[in-house]
T-cell receptor
Framework: SAVISQKPSRDICQRGTSLTIQCQVD?????MFWYRQQPGQSLTLIAT?????????ESGFVIDKFPISRPNLTFSTLTVSNMSPEDSSIYLC?????????????FGPGTRLTVL | DAKTTQPPSMDCAEGRAANLPCNHS???????VYWYRQIHSQGPQYIIH???NNETNEMASLIITEDRKSSTLILPHATLRDTAVYYC????????????????FGSGTRLLVRP
C-alpha cells in the first residue's frame, strides 16, 4: 500500500472564492485520481491526473472549475474554483499501485469542504 | 453510470459471517470487480478484487458467479469495527490509452454489525 496525505483536512470557505487541495504520496506513482463525495452520496470520479500530461476529466467536470496540477510523481493539487454551496463535499485523491495481477487504488483521507 | 446494484443496508451479529451481495449484470469480460469499504469520515479502504475466480485474503473472500453477473463479499467473522459502507465496484477502461482505467462506484451497502 501507500501513505497518502491531503491538505487541508477540512475547510470552511465563502462562496466565490477558490480552494486548492494538496495530495502527497510517499512513493512514485503514475496515475492519480480525484473524486468528489457529496453529502450522503457515493464517490464520483472528477479526473485522472497522470504526470507529464493534462488531466482527463469525466463527464460533468471541466478544467475551468476544477483545475488540476501534477508536477511530479508524488504530488497533485485540485483547485475548486469560484465555489458555491453546491461544492460542499468531501474531495478525495487516490493513487494507483500496480500489483502482481492488476492495479489497485489507495485513497487519501479526504478534504471536507463546506461552502457558505 | 453505476454498473453495480447493492442492497442499501444490512446487519449481522458480531462473530457471524457477513455476506454482502452485488449485481453487475452488464459487466464486460475484461472488467474486474473490486470491493472497498468506507468507515465514517475516512477514505475508502481496499478490501479485495477479482475477475473470474474466487479470491480470498486476510480480510475477506470474494465469490463471483460463473456468469460473472453477480458476486458476494464474505467477512467470515464480523466484528464491530467492520461496521461501514461497503462498495462493490466495476473497474472499466479509462479515457487515456490502453493502461488507464477508472473505478465506477455504486451506491454501497451500509453494514451494521450488532453486538
Amino acid at each position: 500500500s501507500a501513505v497518502i496525505s491531503q491538505k487541508p483536512s477540512r475547510d470552511i470557505c465563502q462562496r466565490g472564492t477558490s480552494l486548492t487541495i494538496q495530495c502527497q504520496v510517499d512513493s512514485q506513482v503514475t496515475m492519480m485520481f480525484w473524486y468528489r463525495q457529496q453529502p450522503g452520496q457515493s464517490l464520483t470520479l472528477i479526473a485522472t491526473a497522470n504526470q507529464g500530461s493534462e488531466a482527463t476529466y469525466e463527464s460533468g467536470f471541466v478544467i475551468d472549475k476544477f483545475p488540476i496540477s501534477r508536477p511530479n510523481l508524488t504530488f497533485s493539487t485540485l483547485t475548486v474554483s469560484n465555489m458555491s454551496p453546491e461544492d460542499s463535499s468531501i474531495y478525495l485523491c487516490s493513487v494507483d499501485l500496480a500489483g502482481e495481477n492488476t492495479d489497485t487504488q489507495y485513497f487519501g483521507p479526504g478534504t471536507r469542504l463546506t461552502v457558505l | 453510470d453505476a454498473k453495480t446494484t447493492q442492497p442499501p443496508s444490512m446487519d449481522c451479529a458480531e462473530g457471524r459471517a457477513a455476506n454482502l451481495p452485488c449485481n453487475h449484470s452488464t459487466i464486460s469480460g475484461n472488467e474486474y470487480v473490486y470491493w472497498y469499504r468506507q468507515i465514517h469520515s475516512q477514505g475508502p479502504q481496499y478490501i479485495i478484487h477479482g475477475l473470474k475466480n474466487n479470491e480470498t485474503n486476510e480480510m475477506a473472500s470474494l465469490i463471483i458467479t460463473e456468469d460473472r453477473k453477480s458476486s458476494t463479499l464474505i467477512l467470515p467473522h464480523a466484528t464491530l469495527r467492520d461496521t461501514a459502507v461497503y462498495y462493490c465496484i466495476v473497474r472499466v477502461a479509462g479515457l487515456i490509452g490502453d493502461s488507464s482505467y477508472k473505478l465506477i462506484f455504486g451506491s454501497g451497502t451500509r453494514l451494521l454489525v450488532r453486538p
